[in-house]
């Protein structure tokens, strides 16, 4: 049985189509390749515009330009700030630095010593405390030994640091600040269920 004209007329027309789909899809992917290579190539070119004009003056580079400084840190004020420490166990204890004066709002980092003299492994914790008592909202810890429990092991000798910076909004009548740590052991020595 011979197809029909119509039938002839459909199978034409659906290849027409096909045609017609294919070569859009040519076009669509010739197109898309295009915009590709533009945002590609666009990058090397916006770093030129932008170092012809100096409209980038992030990476902008001049001899003799100070840097901007932290616009955070008082410099007309200075705060002397007293180390302490006090130990309830077999240990040595102490601040490296007893004291340093920093401006409000400086960021500053202090280290404490402790020395393990036992010949066993102990678990300790750093409880700090402040006076005068209203400088403990203004005193800003960023780093410290005593946010968790230290673990020391047999004779073993370890520096802590404590990265610290003093509000700002600190009391103008506030000169000095004093950080105490007390340093004791947490849990006790072990005991030996056979003794």
Known sequence: MEPTHEERGKGRAGRAVRGLNSKMLGKLVVIAAIMFGFGYGLVPVYRQICELTGINVLTQKEDGVEPVGNTQIDRTRTVTVEFDANT?????????????RVHPG???????????????????????????????????????????????????????????????????NVTTITLSYTFFEVGGPAKNPAA
Do not use: H
Request: positive net charge; charged residues 20%.
């Open 88 to 100: 309830q166990g077999p240990w040595r204890f102490r601040p490296v630095t007893s004291s340093v």
């Open 106 to 172: 400086e960021m500053t980092q202090v280290v404490y010593e402790v020395v393990n003299t036992q010949a066993r492994k102990m678990d300790a914790q750093a409880i700090p405390s402040y006076a005068p008592q209203e400088a403990i909202k203004y005193f800003k810890k960023v780093e410290c030994f005593c946010f968790k429990q230290q673990t020391l092991g047999p004779n073993e000798a370890r520096q802590m640091p404590v990265v610290f910076y003093i509000d700002p909004k600190l009391p103008k």
